[in-house]
């Protein structure tokens, strides 16, 4: 069982920046993928952006250019910075991990989310 802990959320300004921070109990972070996802009120969750363990990261197309994902795998930690922030942007962000049969990203384990909220 994999345990995430998210943390960094918060209320900013439209324009601000936050940055996450999603920390994973299990020896594995270092050879699994790692993803953000997010849920606005009445919405279905969406994938935000994943990152391989090698560092090869995927962006949805509403956050490019904006956020960028990373992770460092001595401390089994996985980042999401995330800039230019709007309040379209207002969703609960969630941490989430695991691999398919042929090591793509796929998500198993969730964090427990962390609420971002963007004033106007």
């Known amino acids: 069982q994999v345990q995430l802990v998210e943390s960094g959320g918060g209320l900013v300004e439209a324009g601000g920046s936050l940055r996450l921070s999603c920390t994973a109990s299990?020896?594995?972070?270092?050879?699994?993928?790692m993803g953000w996802h997010r849920q606005a009120p009445g919405k279905q969750r969406e994938l935000v952006a994943t990152i391989t363990s090698s560092g090869y990261t995927n962006y949805a197309d509403s956050v490019k250019g904006r956020f960028t994902i990373s992770r460092d795998n001595a401390k089994n930690t996985v980042y999401l910075q995330m800039n230019g922030l709007n309040p379209e942007d207002t969703a609960v962000y969630y941490c989430?991990?695991?691999?398919?049969?042929?090591?793509?990203?796929?998500?198993?384990?969730w964090g427990q989310g962390t609420q971002v909220t963007v004033s106007s």
């Open positions: 989430a991990t695991g691999r398919t049969p042929w090591g793509t990203y796929t998500a198993r384990y």
């Open positions: 299990a020896s594995t972070f270092r050879t699994d993928p």
